[in-house]
């Protein structure tokens, strides 16, 4: 999982399975209970991969650097109907947080 600083909570908006893969969008709050924006996060995790799968994780402030002018509003970027196929384009292609 991401690692965050001392007292920022992540928060799961929302989750779905596709195939045998999980897909989370967390909400990332900080110690203050404001919503930190850039911190918030994908998470995909196989789920045919033992105890042990590889998580893999792209933040808001990851996917903005890496898209540049062409990056999704936050809203977009954390839709409840994004799609798998754009998540894991994220994930191979865009900076992506390897766990």
Known sequence: ????????????????????????????????????????FWVMTPLDQGEQPEAREITYAQHQAAAGRAALS????????????????WLQGQGAAKK
């Open 74 to 89: 936050f809203e977009a970027f954390g839709a409840h109907d994004m799609s798998a196929a754009r998540i894991e384009e």
């Open 1 to 40: 999982m991401l690692k965050l600083p001392p007292g920022f909570v992540p928060q799961v908006n929302n989750r779905r399975e596709v195939g045998f893969k999980s897909y989370e969008f967390n909400f990332v709050y900080r110690p203050d209970g404001r919503l930190d924006v850039g911190r918030s």
